[in-house]
């Protein structure tokens, strides 16, 4: 019977009866002593959940259209497919708090993606997930990912850049996480635009999101911010997790904003944020498709008057690296570092000569845990994922 109702999701992602349902231990999901208006409970830990809150969700869902999450407010705030309820649920052993969405069978389609930001992480709590299309807890700009942290913010933050005359700041510097960020361009005291460092365990004890990138002074100028940061995703699936070719799931860093030309004050790049967390744990996972916690890139310096850097890139769902900001036209300005992805490590803001406007420095990148007993497939993942049995 396991083998069948296993091959049955790792095939076509299908739906099952209730009764007789597996447990991830092999045996049986504690369907006996369920309230069917709370839940399935499990037979074995889920991590960062704690034991009260351990259970799967009633309601079989197909997420065919574009939905977007907001866990702050724990709503969905665009598309409403039935089944979407999200909680908020204390973190096993401490850490941020936790937005939990209970389903029973899980399916995302083709070209649809699942876009989740606010400040707490994404946990999914399911019998069997099957993305055929895209998760995105990514930071996006200054927009952070779900449960990763604003710009200026988080365990590894970028340091500001300073204000050293109209025409040579020194860049934010990148946020970090798994690596460090890259520092921002022009460095003059110390501290000045510094990456931000390296935080949390390889294991991710706690689920926590990456940092945001560094700011710089603005000198009267209108400023954009530093890169959010990467969100964190947790999914755990009784049976199975599948990820087709077709899907993915990206935790990147945001990019950071560029440098601002205004009358006078020409302006450094801001850094960009780290990339985030992603942790799957489930007995089978069958995975071709990508897992990326990428940084963001830096922003480019403003260059001269009505000369504005370009902001930098946002961590992709590849293994190519984010792009680094343009530097705005003229004297005045460098480009923005790029993002880290699996190698090398955040790139810091380049820097044109002593009197430039650094760019912002690039985050580093997040972590990626996956806990199973069987593993098949070989899809990208960047960072390098820490494989595991439970």
């Not at 409970?41 to 991590?47: F, G, M, R, S, T």
């Not at 000198?219 to 959010?228: K, L, Q, T």
């Not at 690296?321 to 810091?348: I, N, V």
């Amino acid at each position: 019977m396991r083998a069948l109702l296993l091959a049955c999701v790792l095939a076509v992602g299908c739906s099952f009866n209730p009764s007789g349902q597996l447990g991830p231990d092999g045996g049986d999901v504690d369907a006996s002593t369920s309230d069917p208006d709370a839940g399935e409970a499990v037979v074995e830990d889920i991590h960062h959940v704690p034991a009260a809150e351990e259970r799967l969700g009633v309601v079989d869902v197909t997420i065919a259209n574009d939905l977007v999450l907001d866990t702050t407010d724990l709503a969905v705030t665009s598309g409403e497919p039935a089944g979407i309820t999200l909680v908020a649920v204390p973190q096993d052993g401490g850490g941020p708090e936790l937005a939990v969405l209970r389903v029973r069978d899980l399916v995302i389609v083709p070209g649809v993606v699942l876009r989740a930001s606010g400040s707490r992480p994404l946990v999914i709590l399911a019998r069997s997930v099957r993305i055929d299309g895209v998760i995105d807890v990514s930071g996006r700009g200054a927009q952070r990912g779900a449960g990763g942290s604003p710009a200026n913010n988080g365990g590894g933050p970028g340091a500001a850049g300073q204000r050293n005359g109209a025409f040579y700041d020194s860049g934010g510097g990148g946020g970090g996480f798994g690596t460090s960020g890259g520092p921002g361009g022009n460095q003059i005291g110390s501290g000045d635009g510094n990456g931000g460092i390296v935080y949390g365990g390889a294991l991710l004890s706690t689920l926590d999101g990456g940092s945001g990138g560094g700011g710089a002074s603005g000198g009267g100028c209108a400023e954009p911010d530093g890169g959010g940061g990467g969100g964190a995703l947790q999914i755990y699936a009784a049976v199975a997790i599948v990820l087709p070719g077709s899907g993915g799931i990206n935790a990147g860093g945001g990019g950071g904003g560029g440098g601002q030309a205004c009358p006078a004050q020409y302006t450094a790049g801001r850094g960009g944020g780290s990339g985030g967390a992603i942790y799957l744990q489930s007995p089978a996972i069958d995975r071709a498709g990508a897992l990326t916690a990428n940084g963001g890139g830096g922003g480019g310096g403003a260059g001269g008057l009505a000369a504005n850097g370009t902001n930098g890139g946002d961590g992709k769902l590849t293994g190519e690296r984010a792009a680094g900001g343009l530097r705005g036209a003229g004297l005045y300005g460098s480009d923005g570092g790029y993002g880290a992805t699996a190698e090398p490590a955040g790139a810091g803001g380049s820097n044109v000569d002593a009197s430039a406007n650094g760019g912002g420095g690039g985050g580093g990148v997040g972590r990626i845990v996956i806990r199973t007993r069987q593993a098949r497939g070989e899809g990208l993942t960047s960072p390098v994922a820490l494989t595991m049995p439970y």
